[in-house]
T-cell receptor, first 115, second 115 residues
Framework: EAGVAQSPRYKIIEKRQSVAFWCNPISGHATLYWYQQILGQGPKLLIQFQNNGVVDDSQLPKDRFSAERLKGVDSTLKIQPAKLEDSAVYLC?????????????FGPGTRLTVL | GDSVTQMEGPVTLSEEAFLTINCTYTATGYPSLFWYVQYPGEGLQLLLKATKADDKGSNKGFEATYRKETTSFHLEKGSVQVSDSAVYFCALTGGYGGATNKLIFGTGTLLAVQP
C-alpha cells in the first residue's frame, strides 16, 4: 500500500513570496490533515478535511494560509505572502473513517525555509 | 485546553540500557494516547497506541500503559539498540469529544543510543 505522498520535499523562498505544497493521501482515506512542525516543537494542526469539507481550521492563519481539497482526494496548502516565522516542516497525514479513524499516517513532509 | 507534557531531551543511553521517556497529559473526556517516532530524515511513524484506561500498547519491544489515575503514558523499552535513535513524540486525540481527530503533540524527546 502506498503511503502519503508530499511534494516538494524542500523549498527555499524569500519573505513575501508565495509557496504551495501538495499532498496525496493513502487511497481510500477520507480524512486529510495538514500540520506545521517548527524546529524543536511538536506538530500543530493547521487544517483537517473530511472528504472535501473542512472539519477544523481554527489554527490556520487565514490572512496568509489557504488550503483546498476540491475532489476529496489530494490537497494543496498555500502560503501567500510568506513570513520568516513560517519556516517549518509541513506535514500531511491521512486517516480512514470508522474504527481506525484515530490512527493517522504521515507523509515525509516539506521543509520550508523563508529567508 | 488539552495538552501533552513530555520529558526534555536529549536522552543519551548505551546500547542495551533500559529506556523510560515520561509523558503526562491534560484532557477532558476520554482521549486516545499515542507514541510516534521520527527517525532521522524520515516522517512520523506510529509506534504504539492505547485507547482506554489500563490498556497497554506495545510494538518493537516498546511498551506504554494508559494510566488514567496519574494521567500518564510513559514509554519504556528493556534494552535499547543504536537503531532506536530517533525523536519520540507523545500525543493524544479525542479527549474533547468533538468531530475532529486532531493530534495534540508533546515537544518531542531526542533519544541517542551509543554503541
Amino acid at each position: 500500500e502506498a503511503g502519503v505522498a508530499q511534494s516538494p520535499r524542500y523549498k527555499i523562498i524569500e519573505k513575501r513570496q508565495s509557496v504551495a505544497f501538495w499532498c496525496n493521501p493513502i487511497s481510500g482515506h477520507a480524512t486529510l490533515y495538514w500540520y506545521q512542525q517548527i524546529l524543536g516543537q511538536g506538530p500543530k494542526l493547521l487544517i483537517q478535511f473530511q472528504n472535501n469539507g473542512v472539519v477544523d481550521d481554527s489554527q490556520l492563519p487565514k490572512d496568509r494560509f489557504s488550503a483546498e481539497r476540491l475532489k476529496g482526494v489530494d490537497s494543496t496548502l498555500k502560503i501567500q505572502p510568506a513570513k520568516l516565522e513560517d519556516s517549518a516542516v509541513y506535514l500531511c497525514a491521512s486517516s480512514p473513517l470508522g474504527t481506525k479513524a484515530d490512527t493517522q499516517y504521515f507523509g515525509p513532509g516539506t521543509r520550508l525555509t523563508v529567508l | 485546553g488539552d495538552s501533552v507534557t513530555q520529558m526534555e531531551g536529549p536522552v543519551t543511553l548505551s546500547e542495551e540500557a533500559f529506556l523510560t521517556i515520561n509523558c503526562t497529559y491534560t484532557a477532558t473526556g476520554y482521549p486516545s494516547l499515542f507514541w510516534y517516532v521520527q527517525y532521522p530524515g524520515e516522517g512520523l511513524q506510529l509506534l504504539l497506541k492505547a485507547t482506554k484506561a489500563d490498556d497497554k500498547g506495545s510494538n518493537k519491544g516498546f511498551e506504554a500503559t494508559y494510566r488514567k489515575e496519574t494521567t500518564s503514558f510513559h514509554l519504556e523499552k528493556g534494552s535499547v539498540q543504536v537503531s532506536d535513535s530517533a525523536v519520540y513524540f507523545c500525543a493524544l486525540t479525542g479527549g474533547y469529544g468533538g468531530a475532529t481527530n486532531k493530534l495534540i503533540f508533546g515537544t518531542g524527546t531526542l533519544l541517542a543510543v551509543q554503541p
